[in-house]
């Protein structure tokens, strides 16, 4: 009964358990060719970092509104190493939806909302960078700190012809065939070997703790006498 009775409810809840599919995408975040803290000073934004793909919450706002409304599913990132463990400038984006379709809008949208939003930052931080050097620039009479605060413009027009398209989509996210959860045979096979071994230990049970007799040479080690006789059965 525990063999049989376990594997089926496990096999019935499954099938009735809502599924859930998972798309992946792959996204490259390249770095500026200027430090603009280094250069200026200027308090750069963490675009780059995974920390803010997953908590910004300007690309959650942009991922909804490319999507048209409530994301209606979770988005998870992580950073691709190499064989070695090192990491590198590609993040892997894995979102989880109740429909195969909808689980590659979620993801795919999640990777143009990070280039657009890491683009703005970047944008923005350059604009405010030369705003910076042009301010000192209209104080400076020193030649040698004019030829710097020049260049330091002409690194910051560089760095803005450069900023868009630092997030480059390596591998949009496509919907999968089957769900990741739930696994009836999975689940069933690994049901059916737990109740396997609940059942054995049901009957080890049950042998242990059965005090009925069923042979007559039980008789002696229970009583302590030895068995003069035996009445057979008619």
Known sequence: VIFVSIPVAVYAVSTLVPKTYEASAVVKIQSTDVNLATLTGTTVSEAGTEAFLLQSPRVQEEAAELLGGPIGGSVQTETVTTEAGVATDLFLLRAQADRSTRAAEIANAYARAIDSVRTNETLGDIERAQADVEAQSEDVNDPVAETELA???????????NAEGSVETVTAATPPASPVS???????????????????????????????????DQLEPMLGVPLLSVIPEA
């Open 182 to 216: 739930p696994q009836p045979r999975r689940n069933t096979a690994l049901a059916a070997l737990v109740s396997l071994l609940l059942g054995l230990g049901a009957v080890a049970l049950r042998e242990r703790f059965d005090q009925r007799l069923r042979e007559s």
């Open 151 to 161: 260049r330091q413009l002409q690194l910051l027009r560089t760095a803005e012809a």
